[in-house]
């Protein structure tokens, strides 16, 4: 009966047609542990566990348990535990101890390659793959992904951070490698340590062996790298559009009045994974990252603080600002202003406590230095001089406009409380209601 019924709904379907049966995307999936040699040159393989293992008296790998806040189970050898790789770990406790070392060693290889697609002829150099596959082996294939997207993105490279490994990420990551050789080393030692406060969290019995780790696993990597001949390397490059070219700000700025409607009127519909956003960059290659206190640098966009991504239409104003307070207070005063304390520009979310949505939303606000200019303070650690110079590109203050929040800039005219700046000297002459 059911051979008929599947039958008749095949004829039924060839005569009016049925959409296919969506199927899910591949996602890749941990290796099956090894059950034999693998044809890897196995070098990073026993790298990695020549750092993870504790040894014997007779020098062999043994099994070792864990802190109670290790949060990767129970017991582990060389790395490989009973939370993460339970069936790696249950056959590595039936070898002999003499043979556990080289086949933990096969099986972190073939685990990491897999988790980021990154094959044994990949055209990295030895020593910034070593730095890479040990990332992945500690924390994942999506903790190895934001560690290199985010050290690519300090170097100056337009790239999502979405902690997955894809073709873009890969190709980055090789360029940056060939290109920038001898700073890539030195970017992912950063990441590493950035993911771990901001993303794991600091954990005091354990800071100090893993600050040694990453050094140590920096140290090989640079050994490595420079034992392979090299290319004469090019001085690091600035991040991409820090000269604000030929934009000019006009002698009069026309801007939309704060509210829903009339912004969507003016710049487009907001929305979620917005098409209307550019990247931006800031003039100067010393930029911190504000962490919220209990958060990490996390926001809804899903590519961090650090998503250096405004709205299309105050891309250039944007730049020429932050590069003009640059050129007009020098790098030391404008990192004592905080100028290189980014808080973000673009996060589609509505108002604390209202139900418009932020300016952010646009990816026409943006955020400076929050640590010392509050949501609720009405200090500010920024001189007139430079809140002018926000002012004259069309950044209006938060905190002039509200007598707080003095981080926020945007490129919307406020609500203005009564009492504030702007309400007793009224708004710039050259800004005017759109």
């Not at 926020?408 to 309400?423: L, M, T, V």
């Amino acid at each position: 009966m059911k051979a008929v019924f599947e039958g008749i709904l095949r004829f039924l379907q060839l005569i009016f047609g049925s959409d296919p049966e969506p199927q899910p995307e591949p996602r890749r999936t941990p290796p099956a542990p090894p059950s034999g040699p693998e044809p890897a040159e196995g070098r990073i393989g026993l790298a990695i566990v020549d750092l993870e293992a504790r040894r014997d008296a007779n020098g062999h790998v043994k099994i070792y348990k864990l802190p109670g806040n290790d949060r990767g189970g129970s017991y582990e050898i060389a790395g490989i535990n009973d939370k993460y790789h339970p069936e790696a770990l249950a056959r590595l406790k039936t070898l002999p101890p003499s043979e556990r070392e080289q086949a933990a060693a096969e099986y972190i290889e073939k685990y990491t390659r897999e988790m980021t697609g990154i094959g044994i002829s990949s055209a990295l150099r030895d020593g910034t793959e070593f730095f890479v596959l040990d990332s992945t082996f500690n924390r994942g294939g999506g903790g190895s992904a934001w560690i290199v997207q985010t050290a690519l993105r300090a170097l100056g490279h337009c790239i999502i951070r979405d902690r997955h490994w894809g073709p873009k990420t890969r190709a980055a990551l090789e360029a940056a490698d060939r290109d920038q050789s001898d700073h890539i080393v030195r970017r992912l030692r950063e990441s590493r340590e950035r993911y771990e406060r901001n993303l794991v969290g600091y954990r005091a019995n354990f800071w100090k062996g893993l600050v040694n780790r990453w050094d140590k696993v920096a140290a090989i990597a640079n050994e490595w790298n420079g034992q392979e001949a090299a290319a004469p390397v090019p001085p690091e490059p600035a991040p991409p559009a820090y000269d604000s070219g030929d934009y000019e700000p006009p002698q009069s700025i026309r801007l939309p009045r704060e509210g829903t409607q009339s912004l969507n009127a003016y710049y487009g519909t907001a929305k979620p994974g917005a098409d209307y956003l550019d990247w931006f960059s800031f003039p100067s290659d010393n930029i911190r990252l504000y962490n919220r206190s209990g958060a990490g640098l996390s926001d809804r966009t899903g590519n961090g603080l650090d998503d250096h991504r405004c709205h299309k239409a105050v891309k250039d104003a944007l730049q020429a600002a932050l590069k003009e307070i640059f050129d007009t207070l020098g790098r030391k005063r404008f990192e004592k202003e905080g100028w290189h304390v980014y808080g973000g520009c673009y996060n589609y979310r509505r108002k604390r406590g209202g139900s418009n949505l932020s300016t952010h939303s646009w990816g026409i606000a943006i955020d400076i230095n929050p640590n010392e200019n509050t949501l609720r303070s009405s200090s500010t650690s920024f001189s007139d001089e430079a809140i002018e110079i926000m002012e004259k590109h069309g950044f209006l203050s938060g905190g002039r406009a509200w007598n707080k929040d003095y981080m926020h800039f945007q490129a919307a005219i406020p609500h203005i409380s009564p009492g504030s700046y702007y309400a007793r000297h009224g708004l710039p002459k050259h800004i005017k209601a759109n």
